[in-house]
């Protein structure tokens, strides 16, 4: 077929049960490159690597390479006829051609030493020494040019045709001749005792009960001065030899993805790959695909240019043996082809049905099926999904409120609360067909968006416990980043909002990551006491205060709708419904100054920011609506000017826009920024930087004009970064930060990885 196989050894070749011999592990193939292109087509190469072509790169298995495969030069068929030579050798001797104590012993061996001769048996056909010599030469010109030749030897010798011209055998070997005749009479009897003795023996090594294989269990730690990134940042290949993982390379350095050979101590950053999360291999173990900067990307194990394939999904994704990917955003479940192109929906988002998202899809074997965690509106559980790509109707299996990973022998994980389980699943019949096995305690979070498990069909599972830094902190810091003191109890916390005079805080806030429920909260901040002010178990966040410090307008997920509720602040009286819509997907973001307006994140119109007129009953209106993600809209405030971060340039900066009419636009942060934040006076602005730094921007206003100075680092604090989000609040006076930072030392556990996890299942 014109292929170089590369490494061809003992442990790359197999007979079946039926006899047959199977050649296995392509993986350093190549095609032939003289050999006539209208009969080998590189496109039909089980593998084609780009490694494997390069001069000078030294691939294979060293005890089995040619003298040129060693010395790094361009190979050819021959290379393969040498490794014939090495395990025939291997065969008739039971030894290797070329040992040595080292790697580099070997080598040395290859290129310049000649296998021991005289440990072939001494009664082995001339025509078969004579075979394994010219496999074994060094010189590519003298080694047997083609394979059939060594076929048409082996045959004649089994046939007995070699010994039929005694004319061309010499005198000194007639008796020798003579002997191997009579042999020919005995070998028939003896080979069908051998192989009736061969079969009882491989029978009984087939059908006998295997020896469970030990499990092993060992840690990965960031490589040095990285930070590890918790929940929903790793994933197992495929083949169970490699794990990628997202890391900080460095404190304040984007996050990237890492992959580590599991056979080795080291891991490598993959260039191209800032921003990544949510990674998940290609089938064959050779690409991985990722979100990073609102688009789903691909990049080669090996390195090399990252591939955009399409925009803006949010949920993960999982890749096909067919080439589809399917991903989960906000608005629905899509496919698209691994190549790129333009994505299609699969299933939408259904408020009727009280479906709200989608997230972490997963292929089964067939390529055809897939699982899909159901986000579900005020639920403590969300649901299981499974559906195929020829059907459009999705069945709910059971209410899972984790994301899930099948592997063979049949065993889907999850997460319950948070203990990792794994449970037997029918992958035809799409049921559980057994109870489900507590596998690890104490993981992660549990739910929607994050996960902290990643298991193989080779019998790999990764997984990261869940310590203190599971949990938040709200701290204060001063300007030059020293912390004033903590506030509340460590939890699960976002959204900090001080309230106009400075005294309370309101806060989302759950008490563990498994709890499904997001409940509002207010903060006294001079006496550090806190109170809830939602109790509902709907999905409640994004708080905003009204001008006049007494209410509270957050959002909250119910029926299916969001809407946006207000409430007072001291928690008296009911909550009541401002607005109301099956299309407004996103979060309250804030309201102006004059109590006029809300401004609202719609998540339905290609992720824009929309505009609620508040008290006169009139039509929400876009404000701003364009193809890039834009969020994080707060009102300045003299209310003329709304600040907001937007992916225009192909990552998240601060901008700032004239309200109600566009008449000015201005381009705040240099370098990458996120959420920004006024000062109350109007004439500082903030906002977070890409290297965790709070950076600071001087803001000068009169009629008709805006001046912004060069952005200015002020401290540079580890925030606690879920999803692309970072979360603060600003004291009025600007002299004071509230953060939300990683209880703890902010360090997460390290990866556990276990070898054969089918081991676990018996405990």
Known sequence: HGIVHRDLKPANVKITPAGTVKVLDFGLAKV??????????PMNSPTLSAMATQAGMILGTVAYMAPEQAKGKQVDRRADIWAFGCVLYEMLSGQKAFV??????????????????????ANIPR???????????KDVRQRLQAIGDARIAIEDVLSGTELD?????????????????????????????????????????VLRPKPPQPMVRFSVSPPENARLIRGGMM??????????????????????????????????????????????????????????????????????????LCDAPEGGGTWSRDGVILFANRDGLYRVPDTGGTSALLFAVDPAHQVVGYSHPQFLPDGRHFLVQVITPGTETNILGAGSLDSKTLEHLARINSEVDYAEPGYLFFMDQSTLKAQPFDVKALRFSGPA????????????????????????????????????????????????????????????RISPDGTRLAVVFRETFARATYDVWIYDLKRGTGSRLTFTTAFN????????????????????????????????????????????????????????????????????????????????????????KQDRATFSPNGRYVAY???????????????????????????????????????????????????????????????????????????????????????????????????????????????????????
């Open 32 to 41: 032939l490159c003289n050999e006539d292109s209208a009969a080998v087509d």
């Open 100 to 121: 040595g104590d080292t790697i580099s012993d070997v080598l040395a061996a290859v290129i310049k030493s000649e296998p021991d001769w005289s440990a072939l048996p």
């Open 127 to 137: 025509t078969i020494e004579r075979l394994v010599r010219r496999c074994l030469q």
């Open 165 to 205: 011209n005694a004319a061309a055998i010499p005198g000194d070997r007639i008796a020798e001749a003579k002997r191997t005749s009579s042999l020919r009479r005995v070998l028939p009897w003896a080979l069908g005792v051998t192989t009736i003795l061969f079969a009882a023996i491989a029978g009984y090594f």
């Open 235 to 308: 994933s197992v290949s495929p083949d169970g030899r490699m794990l990628a993982f997202v890391a900080e390379p460095a404190p304040g350095k984007s996050r990237v993805l890492w992959v580590r050979p599991l056979d080795t101590v080291t891991a490598a950053p993959i260039e191209g790959t800032e921003g990544a999360y949510l990674p998940f291999w290609s089938p064959d173990s050779q690409w991985i695909g990722f979100i990073a900067n609102g688009k789903l990307e691909k990049v080669a194990v090996t390195g090399g240019s990252v591939e955009a």
């Open 437 to 496: 096995v507590p596998i690890a305690q104490n993981i992660g979070q549990a739910g929607p968006g994050y996960g902290y498990f990643s298991v193989s069909s080779a019998g790999v599972l990764a997984y990261q416990l869940g310590g203190n830094e599971s949990l938040d902190a709200m701290s204060w810091f001063d300007r030059n980043g020293q912390r004033l003191g903590t506030l509340g109890q460590p939890g699960v916390y976002t959204d900090p």
């Open 541 to 628: 966040d994004n708080p905003a205060w009204s001008p006049d410090g007494r209410s509270i307008f957050f959002s909250s997920k119910r029926n299916g709708k969001t809407g946006i509720y207000q409430k007072r602040a001291d928690g008296l009286g009911n909550e009541e419904l401002v607005y109301e819509s099956d299309q407004l997907g996103g979060g309250l973001d804030g309201l102006s100054p004059d109590g006029r307006y809300a401004m609202y994140m719609d998540l339905t119109q290609a992720q824009s920011e929309w505009v609620l007129p508040l008290g006169g009953g009139g039509k929400p209106f876009a404000w701003l609506r364009d193809s890039f």
């Open 645 to 763: 971060a937007s992916s225009e340039t192909g990552r998240p900066e601060v901008y700032v826009q004239t309200f109600p009419e566009h008449l000015g636009k201005w381009q705040i942060s240099t370098s990458g920024g996120d959420q920004p934040a006024w000062r109350s006076d109007g004439k500082e602005l903030f906002y977070a930087g890409p290297d965790n730094k709070i950076m600071s921007v001087d803001v000068r206003t009169g009629p008709g004009s805006f001046e912004a100075s060069l952005p200015k680092p002020l401290f540079e604090q580890l925030l606690r970064n879920i999803g692309n989000r970072n979360d603060y609040a600003v004291s009025p006076d600007g002299q004071r930060f509230l953060m939300i930072v990683p209880a703890g030392n902010g360090a997460p556990e390290p990866i556990t990885v276990v070898m054969n996890w089918s081991a676990m299942l018996n405990k």
